[in-house]
């Protein structure tokens, strides 16, 4: 069983920064993909950064400048640092990883359970 642990979220002054950690455990042979997404009230999910397995980076428009993303691979884990955050970026952020359980299986996308950021005005 592979787990998504996320952790970090919270309420915040516009402005203000948070940092957001998620970690995978379980049964892993390999991690390609690592990223954040989010998902506002009443709007579709929507891609916030990844980092590939050879830190390769993918930034939305809306967080350029602003969030920074990073990875530990030795530890199967990646970090959402965010900076200047504004009231639209409230929303759920959910952490994926696409990766391998065993040799016998094909990588897949598994999710965290997301955790709620929330930017006061």
């Known amino acids: 069983q592979v787990q998504l642990v996320e952790s970090g979220g919270g309420l915040v002054q516009a402005g203000g920064s948070l940092r957001l950690s998620c970690e995978a455990s379980g049964t892993i042979v390999s991690v390609n993909a690592m990223g954040w997404y989010r998902q506002a009230p009443g709007k579709q999910r929507e891609l916030v950064a990844t980092?590939?397995?050879?830190?390769?980076?993918n930034y939305a428009d809306s967080v350029k400048g602003r969030f920074t993303i990073s990875r530990d691979n030795a530890k199967n884990a990646v970090t959402l640092q965010m900076n200047s955050l504004k009231p639209e970026d409230t929303a759920v952020y959910y952490c994926?990883?696409?990766?391998?359980?065993?040799?016998?299986?094909?990588?897949?996308?598994?999710w965290g359970q997301g955790t709620q950021v929330t930017v006061s005005s």
């Open positions: 980092i590939s397995s050879g830190s390769r980076i």
């Open positions: 994926n990883a696409n990766l391998r359980r065993n040799y016998y299986t094909r990588s897949r996308d598994y």
